[in-house]
């Protein structure tokens, strides 16, 4: 990348692509307001910056996944961060949704009326009342409250219901020990995490809304943790992870090319990949799978991240011979 960009510059480029990437008519989401949030974030921190600068596809990622979600970067809100993540041997800007993110955009689309996540001490009183009834959770705010014993989530329904979901401390533990970030956020601000944790789970009984499936869907890109393939996450199966570190500088530079619409550009990275100019395999099986893994399946696949959008595996598949 050029020396010479400064950060409005690799902010600003990514305007049109916020624009395409917004779904919704949202008064209170738009590029003039989140792109100072932006520049404010990367100027602020040095290695997010160097972050962004060395892959600015990850920065561009991170930026359509604000208005395809529908968040805010505005610090005083403290819905959603842009944070340099470790995924595989690189590192990416990501989009970090905090749960108090989560629990509004839950909120403002109609799937909750409200909620809470809260830590329980071992000096708590915290009682269960069952199904479809607030638990009762008594706490000496300013006392000696003791250690963290387990988290819980409450929400109530438009139709009136009350869902409450709990997690002790060895089930938040065991989230953390798989997740990606335990040696990043769970380390500096993990009880925010296990109340993040808890909403995820909770969210598999709520009432569905699209931009809440989207939001966790951007969480778990960098956090690894899907409640609803656990199994599948921590036992994978044989993966084309060495093919994805092996090739990460051609996938950015594929990515980065597509989004700009650079389509020939796109083509002749996934033939260095593929080293075959009609787009077969001659580096094994593992290189050919990159395009097979669809962006919901990658944690099964042994990977990081997601490679390819469904839009671009489409392009790389049925497209690719128009510009050889």
């Known amino acids: 990348m050029n020396q010479q960009l400064t950060v409005p510059d690799l902010v600003n480029q990514q305007e049109t692509f916020f624009a395409k990437a917004m779904t919704v008519d949202r ?3 738009v590029w003039n307001k989140e792109s100072q949030f932006a520049i404010q974030a990367l100027s602020n921190n040095e290695y997010l910056c160097g972050t962004a600068m060395k892959n600015p596809a990850s920065m561009q990622n991170a930026i359509i996944n604000i208005a395809a979600v529908g968040i805010s970067l505005n610090p005083a809100l403290k819905h959603a961060y842009l944070v340099p993540r470790k995924l595989g041997k690189g590192v990416a800007v990501c989009l970090d949704i905090s749960y108090q993110g989560l629990m509004h955009i839950a909120m403002q689309s109609g799937c909750i009326e409200w909620g809470q996540a809260k830590l329980v001490y071992k000096n708590d009183t915290y009682t269960n009342n069952g199904i479809d009834k607030q638990p009762t959770h008594q706490q000496d ?3 000696d409250k003791g250690d963290i014993v387990g988290v819980y989530c409450t929400v109530k ?6 869902l409450t979901e709990e997690m002790d401390i060895a089930a938040i533990r065991k989230i953390q020990n ?7 956020p769970w380390a500096n601000w993990w009880e925010e995490m296990a109340r993040k944790t808890v ?4 969210y598999k009984y709520w009432p569905k809304a699209e931009a809440v499936s989207e939001a ?5 890109e960098h956090e690894g943790i899907d409640f609803d393939n656990m199994k599948e996450v921590q036992e994978p199966k044989r993966t084309p992870s060495h093919a994805y570190a ?16 650079r389509y020939g550009d796109a083509v002749m990275y996934w033939d260095e990949i593929t080293g075959d100019p009609e787009g ?5 099986e593992d290189d050919k799978s990159l395009l097979n893994v669809a962006p919901s399946k990658y944690q099964l696949a042994g990977l990081p991240e997601p490679v390819f959008t469904t839009e671009l595996r489409k392009f790389l598949k049925e497209s690719a011979s128009q510009y050889r």
């Not at 329904?157 to 009350?162: A, C, I, P, Q």
């Not at 077969?280 to 094994?284: L, M, S």
């Open 199 to 202: 909403v995820k789970r909770a």
């Open 216 to 220: 966790i869907a951007v969480i778990n």
């Open 157 to 162: 329904t438009k139709s009136g219901d009350y």
């Open 280 to 284: 077969n395999v001659n580096k094994g």
């Open 246 to 261: 092996a090739n990460i500088e051609s996938i950015n530079a594929i990515r980065l090319a597509f989004n700009e619409e």
């Open 178 to 184: 798989a997740s990606q970030a335990k040696n990043g």
């Open 141 to 143: 705010t300013f006392g």
């Open 27 to 29: 008064k209170d989401i």
